[in-house]
């Protein structure tokens, strides 16, 4: 059982910048995917953006040139750094595990979730 802690969740002004963190209690390198996903109120939780253990990337249409995807695998640890924020951007966060990108990119696939941080973006 791989836990997920998620950080760095907060209160920005729009146009602002946040970095998020995502600890994981062993190592996902070589085992899995890792993504994020978001959920606003009354909306369904989607996809942000997603890693596979190769380094292959995926995000959605909406944040594609603003948010970016990396992993530390010597820490464990996914981040997430969001620039130019938006107040379409604010959500609760989850971080998430998956097999492959494939497991890792849809909501009912996916293996293991962080319990979620807020992110809001005030205009």
């Known amino acids: 059982q791989v836990q997920l802690v998620e950080s760095g969740g907060g209160l920005v002004q729009a146009g602002g910048s946040l970095r998020l963190s995502c600890a994981a209690s062993?190592?996902?390198?070589?085992?899995?995917?890792m993504g994020w996903f978001r959920q606003a109120p009354g909306k369904q939780r989607a996809l942000v953006a997603a890693?596979?253990?190769?380094?292959?990337?995926t995000y959605a249409d909406s944040v594609k040139g603003r948010f970016t995807i990396s992993r530390d695998n010597a820490k464990n640890t996914l981040y997430l750094q969001m620039n130019s924020l938006k107040p379409e951007d604010t959500a609760v966060y989850y971080c998430?595990?998956?097999?492959?990108?494939?497991?890792?990119?849809?909501?009912?696939?996916?293996?293991?979730w962080g319990q979620g941080t807020q992110v809001t973006v005030s205009s």
């Open positions: 062993e190592s996902t390198d070589s085992t899995y995917a």
């Open positions: 890693i596979t253990s190769g380094d292959s990337t």
């Open positions: 998430a595990a998956g097999r492959n990108m494939i497991s890792v990119s849809t909501t009912s696939l996916v293996h293991y």
